[in-house]
C-alpha cells in the first residue's frame, strides 16, 4: 500500500499550476491530464510568466521551456475546460523581465 495520495478520476475541484507549466516541454498533454483529473465544473489555474518576446537566457537558467500569452495558453488548453479569464497581472515582473532582457542581460538569478 502507497502512503501517498492517489488521485482517482475527477477527484479535485480545482488543480493550480503556479509557475510551473512553463518548466513543461509536453505542457498540452499535461493540462489534458489536470483536466481529466477535475470534478465536473471544476476549476484549472494557471499563472506563468508571459509574454514569449520577453524569454532571455535567465529564463532558460532557471529550467523555462517558453512564456505564455492569452493565445498560446488557449492554443493548449483542453476542449473540456471553458474558459473563463485569461489576464495578464504581473505589470512590474514583466517591467523587470525587460529590463533584464535589455539592460542587465543575466543569465544567472542573483
Known amino acids: 500500500m502507497s502512503s501517498g ?8 475541484d480545482v ?8 518548466h513543461i516541454e509536453d505542457d498540452r498533454s499535461q493540462l ?4 481529466a483529473l477535475l470534478k465536473p465544473n471544476g476549476r484549472l489555474v494557471v499563472l506563468s510568466p508571459a509574454h514569449q ?11 523555462h521551456v517558453r512564456r505564455y500569452t492569452r493565445e498560446s495558453l488557449r492554443s493548449i488548453a ?7 479569464s485569461i489576464r495578464y497581472l504581473d505589470s512590474v515582473g514583466l517591467v523587470l523581465s525587460l529590463a533584464n532582457r535589455v539592460l542587465l542581460k543575466q543569465s544567472m538569478p542573483t
Not at 5 to 12: C, G, I, M, N, P
Not at 32 to 35: E, Q
Not at 78 to 84: A, G, H, K, L, N
Open 5 to 12: 495520495l492517489q488521485a482517482t478520476s475527477r477527484s479535485f
Open 78 to 84: 483542453p476542449p473540456s475546460v471553458q474558459e473563463e
Open 15 to 22: 488543480i493550480i499550476y503556479m509557475d510551473v507549466l512553463e
Open 53 to 63: 518576446w520577453l524569454f532571455s537566457e535567465f529564463d532558460a537558467c532557471i529550467g
Open 32 to 35: 489534458a491530464r489536470a483536466a
